[in-house]
């Protein structure tokens, strides 16, 4: 049932160009590369492919990709397809580790627990700091348009497993954790990443990767400031950046807002919503085959409900 779909798929891509929301990076989120290299699944991982670095620019890696598909009848074998990849692209996340200069292995609100079992199991995760803590490499910054990562200035922390970069709801619990754990400047520099997203997307991501670009999760950055205050009492920097709250909040009741009439009475409401009419990039053979014996319309319909799903922060 694959290669039917797949024509289907095709044709479906090249109908909707110009209807589909923003994209930056064709390569990791609208390209035919993509979309053979997930449906042939020549990586059992979904997110095998589109964590992977590129060696030679977008437009020569479309553009060879494509003369590569032309000169064998617009299909490609697993092998060929994996041949492909090899030569043009490398393991490379764009993170390297980074020590939190305000770690302290002995931190003060352990002396608070009587419990000596409670105690070393929060130690235990105190510790957990540092080894989830990474820093964008430089070559991220200086190369950005080879990297599928959305570079920021501090280091921060990674929920760990397949996830490798930093994720917006996460942020919220993260900086909770960090301020109980006595490291401001590391919850600071979390929260700074947050605003230089929003400064320059308009909007805080799910996560710092070109492929979340479109879909937000639960908008909790002005919680996450207000949280920082009230350890800190840093009034200048709620100053400084309250900026950043406005669009976000701009783009939630922009972006995002809807009027339904209840009983006679307007409403304004916010909703989770991301018009989503192709399969998520790092999902993308699951979402192919959900929707494989739909109709069209039902197909926009449940793109745009799963798209949705994941912007809402429920993972699944
Ligand atoms: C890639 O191609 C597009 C359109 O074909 C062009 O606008 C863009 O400048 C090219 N980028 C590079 C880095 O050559
Ligand atoms: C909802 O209604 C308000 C007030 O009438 C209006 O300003 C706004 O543009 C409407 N929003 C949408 C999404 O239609
Ligand atoms: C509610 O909105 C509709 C459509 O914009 C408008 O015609 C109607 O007058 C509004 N009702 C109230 C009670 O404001």
Redesign the pocket.
């Known amino acids: 049932m694959l290669f039917p779909f797949l024509l289907a798929a095709t044709v479906m891509l090249a109908d909707c160009a110009d209807k589909l929301p923003a994209c930056s990076k064709r390569v990791y989120c609208n390209s035919e590369l993509l979309q053979l290299v997930q449906l042939k699944r020549v990586y059992e991982d979904p997110r095998g492919f589109i964590d992977f670095r590129m060696n030679y620019d977008e437009n020569k890696t479309l553009s060879d990709f494509g003369k590569l598909l032309n000169s064998n009848n617009n299909d490609l074998s697993k092998d060929k397809l994996k041949e492909f990849v090899d030569k043009y692209f490398s393991t490379d996340n764009g993170l390297e580790k980074w020590m939190p200069p305000d770690f302290n292995s002995d931190p003060e609100f352990l002396n608070v627990i009587e419990d000596k079992n409670l105690r070393d199991f929060a130690r235990s995760i105190h510790y957990l700091w540092p080894d989830s803590a990474v820093i964008v490499k430089d070559d991220v910054v200086q190369n950005s348009d080879r990297y599928r990562l959305i570079p920021v200035t501090h280091g921060f922390f990674t929920p760990g497993g397949l996830f490798t970069e930093m994720y917006y709801w996460d942020s919220y619990w993260i900086v909770k954790g960090l301020l109980v754990s006595g490291m401001q400047e590391s919850a600071k520099g979390v929260i700074e990443n947050l605003f230089e997203l929003v400064d320059k997307l308009g909007y805080v991501p799910a996560g710092n990767r070109w492929y979340y670009e479109r879909h937000s999760q639960p908008p909790l950055l002005t919680e996450m400031v207000a949280t920082y205050y009230s350890h800190t009492n840093d009034i200048e920097f709620i100053r400084n950046n309250i900026e950043y709250l406005e669009t976000e909040i701009n783009f939630w009741s922009t972006e995002r807002?809807?009027?339904i009439t209840k009983d006679g009475k307007?409403y304004?409401v916010l909703r989770y919503f991301v018009p989503g009419d192709r399969p998520r990039p790092y999902s993308y053979y699951f979402d192919s085959e959900l929707i494989e014996d739909s109709s069209e319309q039902d197909r926009i319909e449940i793109l745009n409900g799963i798209w949705s799903a994941f912007e809402s922060g429920w993972d699944f």
Do not use: G
């Open positions: 807002s809807f009027n307007n304004t």
